[in-house]
């Protein structure tokens, strides 16, 4: 029996015979059979993917808006009770545990309070449909898309803060400050679109780790994405559905770098004129 599975499932064959026709069926669109669920692997990563999207894109949108924001409040008040309460905050978050941050947050506002839903993506049963679903999907992606976003703001707020004092010590901004231009404008044009340059090269790298980073927020929510998928095939050993996640969150992270590449060109003139 062991060498009749062996035989079906190609295992009998040399590792680089195993590793082209592998690489041939992956060109062909075929990432193989879960021997768990006996489905189509890329079936199955097609039908969680959307809901890791939405919960990555979530997290990466609150990240950066809440990150650049504390950071330039943090720069505008260097020094000041502001800046030391947003500092202590960033290397909070930084420090702590994504795992620990998402069973506090359950406790406090699922528990304690009753204000949020705890684990899964929707009401099981309820069949809402149009706006009711959109509403009932947003309350349970609110704990899920914060446990994980925390992380990546504190990060996002370190690094805006640092690059907006080292841009504003430059003699750009000394000479539109001497030209009268007022403090706002020299902090939205000069200061924060420069500093912000480092900021995305950041983020775009990070983007494809919050795919990563979602298996353990996702495993903690019971939130049906391919994080989810991949801590099940793990335990169970489904090494054909590992295989296929990792395939394609590789290519999602080749996207989201070129996506900064094109960002890039939007920010800084420069990069489009050369």
Do not use: C
Request: net charge positive.
């Amino acid at each position: 029996m062991l060498a009749q599975l062996r035989a079906q499932f190609g295992l009998d064959k040399p590792l680089t015979t195993q590793l082209a026709i592998y690489v041939g069926h992956v060109l062909q669109g075929d990432l193989g059979t879960s021997f768990r669920q006996g489905r189509p692997v890329l079936g199955l990563i097609l039908e969680r993917l959307p809901a890791t999207l939405l919960l990555t894109g979530t997290a990466f949108v609150f990240a950066i808006a809440a990150g650049i924001t504390l950071g330039a409040l943090a720069a505008q008040r260097v020094g000041r009770v502001a800046d030391s309460l947003i500092t202590i905050l960033a290397l909070g978050f930084y420090a702590t545990p994504l795992f620990w941050v998402g069973l506090m947050l359950v406790l406090v506002f699922s528990v304690w309070l009753n204000w949020l839903p705890s684990f899964g993506m929707q009401t099981v049963g309820a069949d809402l449909h149009g706006w009711a679903a959109v509403v009932d999907i947003a309350q349970y992606l609110v704990l899920p898309a914060l446990t994980l976003g925390l992380f990546y703001m504190a990060v996002y707020a370190r690094l805006t803060r640092a690059s907006m004092l080292e841009v504003a010590s430059q003699d750009f901004v000394r000479t539109a400050r001497a030209k009268g231009v007022p403090e706002g404008r020299i902090l939205r044009r000069h200061i924060l679109r420069n500093a912000l340059l480092p900021v995305i090269t950041f983020a775009g790298i990070q983007a494809g780790q919050l795919i990563g980073g979602s298996i353990l927020v996702e495993t903690v929510f019971a939130w049906p994405g391919i994080g989810r998928l991949a801590f099940d095939a793990l335990l169970a050993r489904d090494y054909q559905v590992l295989l296929g996640v990792f395939l394609v969150t590789s290519i999602l992270v080749v996207l989201f770098n070129l996506l900064t590449d094109l960002l890039y060109a939007v920010i800084d003139p420069r990069v489009q004129a050369a």
